[in-house]
Nanobody, 120 residues
Framework: QVQLVESGGGLVQAGGSLRLSCAAS????????MGWFRQAPGKEREFVAG????????YVDSSVEGRFTISRDKAKNTMYLQMDRLKPEDTAVYYC?????????????WGQGTQVTVSS
């Protein structure tokens, strides 16, 4: 059973940056593809970015392309989401997820989420 814990959320002004972390435990980190999702109030959860188990292949949604960067550190069993040039529409609860393949929808394990609020 894989446990995922997100951290790094908070309140930031538009144009600012945050780095989210997702710490994994209870499994072999390098076996899993990882992903970031977000859910804004009143909206469905949406895919943000994904990275393969080896960290070589990654996908970023067009809404954040050029502003967000996904990465992972095998030695620390941690995945990151560097978020730059944040916009108010990026405000959401951000979730990390783990699964056998990179997907925009299906993952086996989910974290509890961390709130990101971007003020205008």
């Amino acid at each position: 059973q894989v446990q995922l814990v997100e951290s790094g959320g908070g309140l930031v002004q538009a144009g600012g940056s945050l780095r989210l972390s997702c710490a994994a435990s209870g499994g072999t980190f390098s076996n899993y593809a990882m992903g970031w999702f977000r859910q804004a109030p009143g909206k469905e959860r949406e895919f943000v970015a994904g990275i393969s188990s080896g960290g070589i292949t990654f996908y970023v949604d067009s809404s954040v392309e050029g502003r967000f960067t996904i990465s992972r550190d095998k030695a620390k069993n941690t995945m990151y989401l560097q978020m730059d040039r944040l916009k108010p529409e990026d405000t959401a609860v951000y979730y990390c997820a783990a699964g056998l393949v990179v997907s925009t929808r299906e993952y086996d394990y989910w974290g509890q989420g961390t709130q990101v609020t971007v003020s205008s």
